[in-house]
């Protein structure tokens, strides 16, 4: 599968204007290569496929790099090698631009010979991650899966009288025993007031009966994330925030079907956004719908007011309205969601998004 992804980028080299690209952002090495280490680059040309690592690294690269590239061992500070391994003559050269420093920029250009020009070449690899392979879209499966079963895991040991920050502890719990490497992100709990804050994060405060409480949370299986947001009610609540509940729910609902090949991101935001906005509560809504999860738990395409993207098959978002009211309350219901070419959307997240009552 590297080989086919390398060849791929190697494809796109002429119209971006480089003779050979450097990725040097490790999770695009690691969707080339496979690498899992934190030391290592990838040089991509028309025919080349080379992989560089340094002494700490050359045991697991030969686990985990396949042939389909030339592994190559340098000194520490990678970049020292790049002039010898460059072919002769005038050369474009490719980088990161999105993620390469000015001051790596500089480095690289005393280090490189005149015949070495450095072409801003960055998003090359993140278009091509944009579209899951199969293989992907099960990794993420899976790790949706995990975060499923760990939520479950969590609201059946209750809520009431535990703190935010021992919720999001337990979270993280159950999805290591149940074979995440991890949370994909810190998870977000937020209980009464503090859930009209998108991102907030959890605190020592302790969740009371009558609480709305936001859990936003995802495992990292296999080098993938999920992303999954509900919002649950600790016993009765009031009438108010039901009823956002239920709006947030309908905005939701409405954004998932608008997910189809060929939509455009701000189309799909501007469905869901309308919903809310209908109910008059459209200043309670100030964030964008969703966004692509792969080897990052924020990637493209976006569902936002501003987006430019357009939904293409085999990509993977979120979908997450939300209402958020200042000293109130706030709701946010999240799925994760594969763009199929046919049968509308695939929803990977199993949980029921029927309000959930909980002690």
Known sequence: MTAVRADRLAAKLEGAGVD????????????????????????????SRLFVTDFRYVEQAAAEVDGSFERVQAPQELTEALAELLPGGAVRLGFEDTSVTVRQHDRLRELLPDRVELVPAGGLVERLRRVKDPAELELIAAASRIADEALEAVLAGGLAGRSERELALALDLAMRERGATGPSFDPIVAAGARGAMPHARPTDAIVQRGDVVVIDWGALAGGYCSDCTRTVAVGTIDDDARQAYELVLAAQLAGLEAVRPGAGGKAVDTIAREVIEAAGRGDQFGHGLGHGVGLDIHEAPRLAQYSKDTLLAGEIVTVEPGVYVPGRFGIRIEDLVSVSQEGGPRVLTGLSKTLQIVD
């Open 20 to 47: 050979v690209l450097l990725v040097t952002a490790l999770v695009n090495v690691r969707y080339l290569t496979g690498y899992t280490g934190s030391n290592g680059l990838v040089l991509v040309g028309r025919e």
